[in-house]
């Protein structure tokens, strides 16, 4: 795809060894995939190092930086930081095969490898599944989302389950304990 040559690896021509390439990913790298996005201005860095042999190639990935979400609590805009890294060995064969997670085949005649699908997957990877406004974490927050939460006892009730199960630990039928007992041995 042409709009994405600039994520292009070129190995051609390279001495054996390592050697680093870094690329940035702003929000016009995102538009270039059709995928409705749930996040807004990253400012992502993805590091390859390269290792070159002589029958095949080591990549290392690292990625780094920052992206806005939107809290699912509140529902107010946040930064988050993100990281990942990743591993790939590219082999050389006949034709191209990207199947395998760990180990692409591409054609010998192939002297650059495009790693824009790559960067695109692990920057979604590394978003958090569960996201949560820094500032409710810490309990700074005074959203008006937590006061109705509070208000209409969502918080309360998950404090009363854990009295319970508090009670419920204490409680325990001594013929239980004899059972753990054996279990541990």
């Not at 054996?16 to 996005?37: I, K, P, R, T, Y």
């Not at 060995?89 to 034709?95: A, K, L, Q, S, W």
Request: hydrophobic fraction near 40%; charge should be negative; charged fraction near 30%.
């Amino acid at each position: 795809m042409e709009k994405l040559r600039n994520y292009g690896v070129s190995f051609a021509g390279l001495s054996l060894g390592e050697h680093v390439f870094d690329f940035h990913a702003a929000q016009s790298f995102f538009d270039l995939f059709d995928f409705e996005q749930d996040f807004e201005q990253p400012d992502l860095t993805l590091q390859v190092i390269l290792d070159k042999k002589n029958n095949f190639l080591d990549l290392k990935f690292h990625l780094s930086g920052s992206i806005d979400l939107v809290c699912d609590v509140t529902n107010e805009r946040y930064s988050e930081a993100i990281a990942g890294d990743s591993e790939i060995i590219v082999n050389f064969g006949e034709e191209f095969d990207d199947s395998d997670d760990e180990i692409w085949v591409i054609p010998q005649s192939e002297h650059t490898l495009n790693i824009a699908q790559m960067l695109y997957e692990m920057a979604l990877l590394a978003l958090p599944q569960k996201r949560i406004h820094p500032s409710v974490l810490n309990g700074e927050s005074h959203s008006e989302m937590l006061e109705l939460l509070e208000k209409y006892g969502l918080f309360e009730e998950k404090e009363e389950n854990e009295a319970i199960e508090e009670s419920n630990d204490q409680e325990i039928d001594p013929r239980w304990e004899q059972l753990k007992k054996l279990k541990k041995q």
